[in-house]
């Protein structure tokens, strides 16, 4: 079955650092385009990063600088390390195959002192 | 950057009844369209792709249309579980770019 499962989600004080991570199985992360999109409380989809088959990245300018998109192809996982976390940042994330139908549940992150 | 206005961000409906929502791409992406739907609590589900080709298992009511930078989705014929808030993807390039939304909500 093709899945993937956010985990490493949280409460995190301003100024903190989390990483997420994306379990995909059914297919391969050196294969496709993984993404984060994120979705605020009460607000619309946003989306943060891709990372390509080839290891090439993108990342919104909301978390560039701030923002790492990794992958580790043994484990056929995708990552998310956030640093210099903010409030602004509190939201569900979401791993998803790039525009496909492949989305996790989303981990809900929570930026908050 | 790509941006994508969609409209109206809120829509009252009644079962049965057409409902056709707009995408407007700030530059052209030719048919590199997506269209979402979401529920409360809910991943994204994926109904379109393409612009018009409809996601295997989608029910046919709805549909895509358009190309370069006017997009619309129509839902024929209003159900009760339609009932959500529906976006559009532009994926021509990156970053990706999401419209705001439109919530389809009871009459």
């Known amino acids: 079955e093709v899945q993937v499962v956010e985990s490493g989600g949280g409460l995190i004080q301003p100024g903190g650092s989390l990483r997420l991570s994306c379990a995909l199985s059914?297919?391969?992360?050196?294969?496709?385009?993984m993404s984060w999109v994120r979705q605020a409380p009460g607000k619309g989809l946003e989306w943060v990063s891709v990372?390509?088959?080839?290891?090439?990245?993108y990342y919104a300018d909301s978390v560039k600088g701030r923002f790492t998109i990794s992958r580790d192809e043994s484990k056929n996982t995708v990552y998310l390390q956030m640093d210099s976390l903010r409030a602004e940042d509190t939201a569900v994330y979401y791993c998803?195959?790039?525009?496909?139908?492949?989305w996790g549940q989303g981990t809900t992150v929570t930026v908050s002192s | 950057d790509i941006q994508m206005t969609q409209s109206p961000s809120t829509l009252s409906a009644s079962v049965g009844d057409r409902v056709i929502i707009t995408c407007r791409a700030s530059q052209s992406i030719s048919n590199w369209l997506a269209w979402y739907q979401q529920k409360p609590g809910k991943a994204p589900k994926l109904l379109i792709y393409k612009a018009s080709s409809l996601e295997v298992g989608v029910p046919s009511r709805f549909s895509g249309s358009g190309s370069g930078t006017e997009f619309t989705l129509t839902i024929s014929a209003l159900q009760p579980d339609d009932f959500a808030t529906y976006y559009c993807?532009?994926?021509?390039?990156?970053?990706?770019?999401f419209g705001q939304g439109t919530k389809v909500e009871v009459k």
């Open positions: 990372i390509f088959g080839g290891g090439d990245t």
């Open positions: 998803a195959r790039d525009h496909s139908d492949v």
């Open positions: 993807l532009q994926y021509d390039g990156f970053p990706r770019t």
């Open positions: 059914g297919f391969t992360v050196r294969s496709n385009y």
